[in-house]
């Protein structure tokens, strides 16, 4: 039994030259058929003239050039109009006539030189193809001759529409394959920002409060198993990105990113990092991590990072409320904290913070307290929770 499937997959693979060819050989067989004699297309009204070894000849030309009428259009519409002209001027007005439209349609939709100087030339040799026809008796009248240059004309602008049409359509595509190419950048940026910023931003601070403890061995010996925990998460965050980027992962590599229910070991690592956080949760949260939670937890981790580097040291607030609708999200710092060395902030952040709030419809707010310290608010639709 013949695999459809494979077949056709098969002929796919197949050159153009290949697939082109069949449909030149089905029309020359058709022309020999006794049925089909006579029935082709006839310019000038000439008698038509029986079959003979130059009709074969002809046949030839119109109907075998075919195949190569994407692959060399040019050479197509020259071979063919050449056999066109022949059975014109000989009369036999064989079926295979009719592949002249359908070569000026293929040169119309495939030639990529010259085309204005194909147009200027075929026209002007229609001209003495008319003269010549009524030298040796045709009868058909002017307007027949004009009429029958008009359908050519169309033939040709059927192929310059079809081939302005497969343009339009690659530059649609270019254009959707530049913006999903950009889209998927600015979101690994993000990603790398969230992820790289918070991890190097803790093991910066608590490096830095190491200096300080050099006369206590014991907390000393903590803050460094400090750092290198931190580091470790952040090796693990990055090859979990990698693992994404990846053309074969598949939905459950997805299960590692992380969630709203990791906010406790995120709050606690960032206590570590020497920053006091009261984490406050009400409600409960839903039980798969959707994409509400996982901007949820981007938003606190880019809050406490923030209040890592600008306010080391202040007390930090950070309340989320699971609703039935939305997730709200608050997070607050008491202070300016004392101004410790930490890595300068760019603003991409928070810009990228709103962009992802927004993209859920929610709404997103950073503002600066009377008192010098700090809030950041998110209230994000949680759409279908379970």
Known sequence: MIDLRRATDLWRRCGVVVRDAPFGLLLAAASLLPALHGKGTQVGDLPARPFDAAALVVIALECLPLAVRRRWPAVCLALVSLGFVLDQLRGYHVFASNAMPIALISAGAHLERHRRATVVLLSLAYVPLAFALSRIGAT????????????????????????????????????????????????????????????????????????????????LDAALSAVTDTGRRAITDLRHMLDLLKADHDADADAGVPAVGGLRTLVEQTRRAGQPVELV???????????????????????????????????????????????????STDGPGSGAASPGGSGRGLAGLRERVEALGGRFGADRQADGGFLVQARIPAGGRS
């Not at 058909?140 to 029958?148: H, K, S």
């Not at 998927?184 to 931003?201: G, K, S, Y």
């Not at 937890?297 to 880019?302: D, G, K, L, N, S």
Request: charged residues 25%; proline residues 3%; negative net charge.
């Open 140 to 219: 058909e009248p002017l307007e027949g001759y004009v009429v029958f240059y008009l359908l050519l004309a169309l033939a040709w602008g059927i192929g310059a529409w079809l081939r302005s049409t497969r343009a339009a359509e690659a530059e649609r595509r270019r254009h959707v394959a530049e913006a999903t190419r950009a889209a998927e950048r600015t979101r690994i940026a993000r990603e790398l920002h969230d992820v790289v910023t918070h991890h190097v931003t803790a093991m910066v601070v608590q490096a830095e409060a190491a200096r300080y403890l050099t006369a206590a061995p014991d907390r």
């Open 281 to 331: 949760e009400e409600g409960d949260p839903a039980e798969s991590a959707g994409s509400a939670e996982f901007v949820a937890y981007r938003v606190v981790q880019e809050a406490l990072t923030n209040a890592l580097k600008h306010a080391h040291g202040s007390p930090t607030a950070v309340r989320v409320r699971y609703g039935e609708k939305e997730i709200s999200v608050a997070v």
